[in-house]
């Protein structure tokens, strides 16, 4: 299912799309060459990174959701940037 994502992802066209390969691109911690397009296994490396946070972010915060809102009012009224 990754591959047909990334399959997906590499041949669609406009700026979200752009935006998104790059995002995910840089994520892998891969470097291109300059002027070239994302690669497969680059885009692949950073999507698996990308639901590995995203999966974490999921089991962490949706048992306690009580602590989210409290750290985030406390980020807000403090004007501190804690992410």
Do not use: F
């Not at 752009?18 to 300059?34: D, N, V």
């Not at 999966?55 to 989210?68: A, I, T």
């Amino acid at each position: 299912m990754a591959c047909v994502l990334v399959w997906r992802l590499q041949r669609a066209e406009g700026d979200d799309n752009a935006a998104a390969r790059q995002l995910i691109c840089r994520l892998s911690g891969r470097q291109q060459k300059r002027g070239r397009k994302e690669s497969a296994p680059a885009l692949l490396a950073g999507l698996s990174i990308l639901l590995n946070i995203a999966k974490r972010l999921k089991n962490d915060y949706s048992q306690c959701p009580d602590m989210w809102q409290k750290n985030t009012a406390n980020c807000y009224q403090n004007n501190v940037a804690w992410l």
